[in-house]
């Protein structure tokens, strides 16, 4: 996915971009850049991989060259960014954060004359964050400009614009990420991340509402372009993405998931389920406080039955080789024998995608002498995969768990019907749960339910993306 942070301030403003930049590197692991403008030296620019090496490592050697008052900085999953735009709209830095659907479409129709060009990326795709740059230099104003490449687009568009004056901020024109301000005495800064700038001393100042325009400067903010009124923010958010001090829409992520563990928890004592189990454990680290919650709810003692040794591979998915990537996640579990000999035991995951390293997780506690291991997605089963933040993003479907099963056990047919198979009162649904708990060696399986996960996150669900589930938009 991605994530960024900006600054405009009275005073230097280098560390606060660093660390803030930094405090946004588990939203992803491809790249990191940083762009800091000085009235003396113009605008300085750094952009690193980070897929080996986290992002605070590789930069810290840059932070002696940077300096300036104002600057704008990025996780980005997909393209190098920030980047630095000259156009008829003046000289200013680009960050961006979505994903454009339609970009060859869009390149076709706009710029096939001999007068465009892009620079093509490795894989010879168009950096969407030139495109949108692109687009919003066919209007005569940057903000004119955002609104007209956040329409042109298919998917989503979140972004920070950094020139002489100020940073602009624009939400998606359907939420679909947060985009907050947060103020000290010396300036302000915009973030993803509220704990991040809680940290540099910066308190809450405002949140943008979906397709809202904000242009932030050293002595305050102001609204160039209003909210709209329709919004779809992404619940992976408080499922998965977000930090556990975050707060979304005035939601708490910790909170949110100890709730929908709870939820989880209900809904299994109903229906008699996995009521003698000896631990609840969560499959670290995200699926951890929905355990927690649904240990609370029915009373079962929590337990740690393995734990990952972080220290040299913090994330799983970082190694750039699968081979090497499959033996890190072996690698980093550790077992307690202590509380898995013999014991029946009920984990909760924050999401079951592709289930690979589930299987494997599955086949390491039984080895490691567990009597029953039942499972728990703390989500619906993901139907679809992800168009507008790639999440869940895959060549084909047929990749996701869920969808492969329903393709297994009805083929084109069972397409027809994926709402009932992510039902688990249905009897397809209940034929999918028993062939994935057939296949992986699960004493028992369960998927949060889509009304479930709303309740949880509590905000009126006509305002949540629920894409990946029920391919609603």
Known sequence: MGGFFGVVSKQDCVLDIFFGVDYHSHLGTRRGGMILYDQERGFQRQIHSIENTPFRTKFEKDLPDFSGCSGIGCISDTDPQPL????????????????????????????????????????????????????????????????????????????????KDGIIAARDRLGRLPVLIGQNEDGCCVSFESFAYHKLGYEDAYELGPREIVKVTEEGFETLSPAGKEMKICSFLWTYYGYPNSNYEGVNVEVMRYRNGAIMAQDDQKRGLASDVDYIAGVPDSGVPHAIGYANECGKPFARPFVKYTPTWPRSFMPANQKVRNQVAKMKQIPVPELIEGKKLLFVDDSIVRGTQLRETVEFLYESGAKEVHMRSACPPIMYGCKYLNFSSSNSEMELLARRIVQELEGDEGQKHLEEYADANTERGQCMLKTICEKFGFSSLGYQSLDGLLEAIGLDRDKVCTYCWNGKE
């Open 84 to 163: 630095l735009v000259r156009s008829h709209l003046g000289l200013y830095a680009l960050t961006t954060v979505g994903i454009i659907n339609n970009a060859e479409e869009l390149v076709s129709r706009y710029f096939s004359d001999h007068g465009h060009q892009f620079m093509a990326m490795s894989s010879g795709k168009v950096n969407s964050t030139e495109l949108a740059a692109a687009l919003i230099n066919q209007k005569d104003d940057l903000v004119s400009g955002i609104l007209h490449a956040q329409e042109l687009i298919d998917g989503s568009l979140t972004l920070l614009v950094l020139t």
